[in-house]
């Protein structure tokens, strides 16, 4: 363990001072790249479009306080600009960079997730662990593309950890809900979301240096169609998907999203190392987790009763449900981009 | 240094901050709170702004904050007032040292429960602050709420579990004349209960 720390020290302190000493050539480096010049900016250029309509229809607005709608789409702009913001240092900076910002949200994510859920006293120092141990070894086994070992660190060794230090805690009530509990936050908000980063180190024949392009388009894909799902179940909508956890989901607008995604997908196929249909099916994939993602966060939310984002609560951030889309897309595209390209853990 | 111990505190606790007095306020008052972990009295003082903070000094139990350097250190840089809760005498009469404490112009937090509560309950309050504010009855005294800090640092815990946490600062109460004591403490203790979520 020790050894693996002094070796991210190593590359850390070497990969920092590389990037001093040469940050205006690195940025350009990655900007000369036509994939990250289109998505990047074009996502920019949209989210500067959103913000000018966010900012009339706050003019226009006819109630000193903006409308729930109004306020909920305010809210997502900003989101939207986080994430642009995220998915900006992952592409213009390198891996271990990315690791740490993504490590942080992260830790913001599983503590907004712990606040909200009914955590046990028995599992106190579970839980410190998981904050302060699992996250950072997490992403320090990313940060040095150890994929046989990241890949499971979390499914195995927490989980073994996790389940022994709760019943430590020596406190039986609800022991099997609290532990499961635990572990599936780790699962989604830290192993999931890890992968993030841990795109930037697939080794793609031929697409060298241009693993930014791959983040650009899963994130593109999967917020925009996002939006294109809303669009179509207000526009087409008529049956319901789960009227007891999301009224506004219906079937047809999961259709025509997946169908927009794959037409989104094909669109984009020249920024990404795969053919145009190839593209187009990593579109639905990915668009098709997200969904589940989105549907599944809100049945969580709504299970400890904080759906509703009008309720004023101050133990809450609003990150979960702004990150559970992606969190969820990523390990589905990180592993069928391997899987595509025959990455077998040996050749890296 | 208390700048910063300020900062990581509310950092660790991730402490959203209420105040449905309007802003905090500048001059001399008491503020007591619900007590369920060793944090409250430090999140309330970090998230009172720094010149407000400056002047405002917590209430602690001297036999535990004197046990060693860590906790001696940890009360020398709160500022705090140990206070012997085990014997009382006239000699040692902890009211006359919070009174003395507040003639020179300092704001005070106590716990008027007494003890960490450890069930979520909010005990029957000690009478010292019932004491303290019929003697000065112009004293503004200000019921402060805090959530969630008791899954941060239980009882008996030393390593903090990042949870987010709230406190709320509720409209200041004052002594009425000639009220009785339990009269006063049972109103005290509900202003606190009042700002529970339902």
Known sequence: MNLLLAKTKATLGQRTTQGVKDIGAHLRMKWDDAGVQWMFGGALALLILATIIAAILHRRRRTPQPGKSLSNYIMRVRSWWWMALLVGIATFTNTTISCIVFGVTS??????????????????????????????????????????????????????????????????????????LIQWGLMVFVYFMSHTPAILDLQIKGFEGRNGNLLLFLVLVVELSGVLQFIWDKGIGALKMCPHIDANRTWEGAGMGLATAFLLGSGLFWATPFPWYV?????????????????????????????????????????????????????????????????????? | MKGQLAFITRLICGVNARWLDGAPREGRCIYFSNHTSHLDSAVLWSTLPAYVRANTRPVAAQEYWNKNWFRRWLARVFNAILVNRVRVTKEHNPIRILRKVLDEGSSLIVFPEGTRSTDGQIRKFKSGLYHLAR???????????????????????????????????????QYHKDERRDDFLARARQAILDMQPS
């Not at chain 1, 859920?117 to 992403?139: C, E, M, V």
């Not at chain 2, 402060?144 to 030393?158: A, C, D, H, M, S």
Request: charged fraction near 15%; proline fraction near 7%; glycine fraction near 6%.
């Open chain 1, 107 to 180: 830790f913001l994510a599983l503590r907004e997730y712990i606040t909200i859920t009914p955590s046990h006293r028995g599992d106190h120092r579970t839980l410190f662990w998981s904050f302060f141990a699992l996250i950072p070894l997490q992403y320090v086994l990313i940060a040095n593309d150890l994929y046989a070992t990241f890949s499971i660190m979390i499914p195995v060794y927490a989980f073994v950890f996790i389940s022994i230090r709760s019943a430590l805690g020596g406190l039986p009530e609800h022991y099997l809900s609290r532990v499961a």
């Open chain 1, 279 to 348: 593209a187009g099916l990593m579109a639905v994939a990915i668009t098709a987790a997200g969904y589940s993602g989105s549907i599944v966060m809100t049945a969580v939310l709504r299970d400890r009763g904080v759906h509703d984002p009008d309720i004023h609560l101050p133990t809450r951030a609003g990150i979960i449900d702004r990150v559970d889309a992606l969190c969820f897309a990523v390990p589905v595209f990180y592993h069928l981009t391997r899987l595509y390209f025959d990455i077998a853990p040996a050749a890296q």
């Open chain 2, 135 to 173: 003697d000065m009855p112009e004293l503004d005294l200000i019921p402060v709420y805090t959530e969630n800090l008791t899954r941060i640092l239980p009882k008996g815990e030393f390593l903090p579990v990042p949870v987010m946490s709230s406190i709320t600062f509720g409209k200041a109460i």
